[in-house]
């Protein structure tokens, strides 16, 4: 058992069982023993690899995304350009490149970064240093959000705890964390059924409660229709809500027990789309979407980009683009390019958000 194990399991023989989401919290954000508190998780010799460490045309083509957006909003002067769990800043260095291609956006943004790593916020400083930008470090969404603001999170949600219901024969009982005959983490169900949720279901079904999610989308969505800007969210989940369990554990690239190492693997869910859109809407926002990655990537221009980078990279350079492109939009259900998803939440008075058009006709000519 590992240290924030025992401290776990010391904190259930004083209260009694915890829930999943303050089991979660532990994990990713125990001060000293948390998963994202005390390390660097990322890359090929680390525990995961997102999005923006696979190719640098992940982050490329969320700038011209973003260059868009501020276009739409009418090319503000000034305007936040806000990210949320930035990881290694790899996704921030590589939008602020391409906003360079744009005049003026660039020199519109100020950085915002929502992070609560301090290993992270390290990192990321490290990684923005070329920037031309002093990034800002905010520890919650709130903070972060003032006047017209453009948001983007990668693999965001996946990380913010949630609850888990199970239905028996008497009703919705709580999935919670306590002890088995041995001493060790169990998982188990609360003494009383939970009377407040009216959803019928099949005995056996869970039913995820992501709060913390459905917070962090309305937040955003509550500032950018009062203040004008949009966010942008892209995780992986299903575009549908349905029930089931989602919570996984991952360790140096493969699935581990869930109550096996707190805070020594990466603890996530996947993102119910449909409730994060749900949430946005009634917070008074658009939403746009949601769409699977690879669609979105295509319709922003993966393609052109990747040729206009082969065509001055060596053979070697334009043979490792092209691999790292097409895990991006690789279609299967557990690829990239379908399995992760992509959300904005918008100021009702911008038009439809480049990426979601996918809809319009090809011109005839
Ligand atoms: N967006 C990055 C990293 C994703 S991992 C990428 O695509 O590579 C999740 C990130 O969210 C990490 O930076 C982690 O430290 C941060 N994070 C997790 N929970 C958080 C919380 N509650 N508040 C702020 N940041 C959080």
Known sequence: MNLLAREIVELIHQEGPISISRYMALCLGHPRRGYYMKQDPFGADGDFTTAPEISQIFGELIGLW??????????????????????????????????????GFHEALSIHLVETSPVL??????????????????????????????????????ALPLDQFVRTPDGWRERLIGLDGEGRLAFGLSNEPDSSLGIVAAPGSVLEQPAAALEAVAAVA???????????????????????????????????????????????????????????????????????????????????????????ATPAQAEALASGAERLI??????????????????????????????RLPEQG
């Open 121 to 158: 916020r390290e990192r990321q400083r490290a990684t923005l240093a070329g920037s031309g930008k002093e990034p800002q470090w905010h520890e919650r969404i709130d903070q972060a959000l003032e006047g017209l603001t453009i948001v983007v999170a990668n693999e965001f949600l996946d």
């Open 222 to 312: 509550r500032h950018v229709a009062a203040e004008d800007g949009a966010g942008l969210f892209i995780d992986y989940g299903p575009a549908r809500s349905g029930f089931g369990d989602t919570l996984q554990a991952l360790k140096r690239h493969a699935f581990v027990d869930v109550l096996a190492e707190p805070g020594d693997a990466d603890l996530t869910v996947h993102v119910d789309f449909a409730r994060m859109a749900q949430a946005g809407l009634a917070a008074g926002a658009a939403a746009h979407g949601t769409v699977t990655q690879r669609d979105f990537l295509l319709a922003l221009g993966l393609q052109q980009r990747l040729e206009a980078l082969s065509r001055r």
């Open 330 to 359: 690789e279609t299967g259900p557990t690829a990239m390019g379908d399995l992760f998803k992509v959300l904005a939440v918008a100021d009702p008075k911008l038009p439809l958000l480049p990426g979601f058009d996918l809809h």
């Open 66 to 103: 973003a260059a868009s957006v501020w276009q739409a909003m009418g090319a503000p002067s000034s305007i936040r350009l806000v990210e949320l769990g930035p990881g290694r800043g790899t996704l921030m260095r590589d939008m602020l490149r391409a906003a360079r291609a744009l005049p």
